[in-house]
């Protein structure tokens, strides 16, 4: 009896299980250096979140919210490149606003507004710069 075919067939499927162990281990691998790297993320947004729940207390509360005009957005951005206080009328250039009695009224009101809500403050009459 030859047994050949046999063990040509065993070799086969022995070539084909040492393939297939073979495929899986390095996948084993890749994966372990993949859950590695998940689990140092998740370490560091742990130390992340510890330290910002430490460090809440000291960070500033947001501002209010704003109106809904969309003049306001725009007020704070003059007020954020400003280097002193402005007045109604400087905004209302700023605005490109024809500098009618009108729209400085109109301009003024948001200010006061603003100061109201605790984001400018008037310290002269007349004259509004950002809280610090």
Known sequence: MNIQPLLD?????ENAAQALADDLRTRIDELTARLREAETHLEHLAITRKTVTALS???P????????????????TIF???T????AQEICDALDREPLPKNIEGTRAKLKRLVKLG???EDTIGFFTKRQ
Do not use: M
């Not at 067939?9 to 499927?13: G, H, R, S, W």
């Not at 002193?84 to 007045?87: A, E, I, K, N, W």
């Open 9 to 13: 067939a065993l070799d086969i499927q």
């Open 57 to 59: 207390d000291r960070l």
């Open 61 to 76: 509360t947001g501002l209010p919210d704003l109106p809904q005009h969309p003049d306001y957005p725009r007020i704070l």
């Open 80 to 82: 954020n490149e400003a």
């Open 84 to 87: 002193g206080p402005l007045r």
């Open 119 to 121: 984001i400018l403050t």
